[in-house]
């Protein structure tokens, strides 16, 4: 098992999102200032230990997630009304990045069903680790990790 | 000749992203269709024949290996390859889900010239060397 680190989620993340959306990402440090309303996602996971990891994306990333997944652009209706399935699907793919990693390959691990929604705020956990990234549009972009 | 295909994924946004690759990896393809879980994907198996199976495996309702499994019980179904793409997963979970009947497993992310070479391979029409 590997440790645990910033780095480690920050690659994880920004490889995970330039593969699945050609969206390009910088390390950013927090805090951060998250205006208007966000995407935000969870997915808990079991292996040799528990946990969860929770990615929150300012609307207008995720938005940008969809529209890159989807092959459309980010003024399209489309684009918006998926952007929530996307942050969810990338934070699902990301999941599976973590624990292979984490873990290791070898090792059983078993990811849950991710959830997200739209909310006012990030929502808040035990935090062991987190990443923040930022779009080339300026966006944040939050990976947090509880471990159990 | 086209192939037709069924995508089994509960994220909608996952359904079109696979869709997009299987129209920009150069294959003929006839009609895809959908299904969010095993078992809608089960029930489109019986109103619709395919040539292929792209299949999830975390899925609410019926799982992707529940899938694997109940179309490998199935004399008519049996014969359709299931190629798995999901999230990377655990070696043992991998040759588990090979031993239950999958043919394939495909990793998320995947390019789309990954998917056609997985494709051509099962269906037996990849190129032969030497």
Request: include cysteine; proline fraction near 6%.
């Amino acid at each position: 098992m590997v440790d645990v680190t910033p780095e480690l989620l920050t690659d994880i993340l920004g490889t995970v999102l330039q593969d699945s959306a050609f969206m390009f990402v910088e390390p950013d440090q927090e805090p951060v200032e998250w205006s208007d309303k966000v995407f935000a996602a969870s997915l808990a996971f079991e292996s040799v230990r528990g946990g969860t990891l929770r990615l929150t994306m300012a609307v207008p990333a995720g938005v940008e997630l969809a529209a890159n997944m989807l092959g459309t652009e980010t003024t399209d209706p489309e684009a918006e009304e998926n952007g929530r399935a996307a942050v969810s699907e990338v934070l699902n793919v990301i999941g599976g990045a973590f624990v292979t990693r984490y873990f290791g390959a070898k090792v059983p691990s078993q990811l849950g069903l991710p959830q997200a929604m739209l909310a006012s705020r990030p929502v808040s956990g035990r935090r062991t680790c987190a990443a923040l990234v930022r779009t080339e549009a300026g966006d944040p972009v939050l990976l947090e990790l509880d471990l159990e | 000749m086209a192939l037709d295909m069924l995508v089994v994924d509960d994220s909608p946004v996952t359904r079109k992203m696979v869709r997009r690759a299987i129209g920009l990896c150069g294959l003929e393809i006839g009609q895809v269709w959908e299904a969010g879980d095993g078992a809608e994907a089960l029930s489109r198996l019986a109103e619709h024949r395919v040539d292929l199976v792209l299949a999830d495996i975390n899925m609410p309702v019926m799982n992707g290996m529940e899938l694997v499994e109940r179309m490998n019980a199935d004399p008519d179904l049996s014969r359709i390859p299931v190629i798995i793409v999901a999230t990377p997963i655990s070696e043992q979970r991998i040759e588990r889900l090979l031993d239950i009947g999958a043919r394939a497993y495909l990793a998320k992310p995947f390019r789309p010239e990954a998917l056609k070479d997985l494709v051509l391979e099962i269906l037996g029409k990849g190129e032969s060397h030497g």
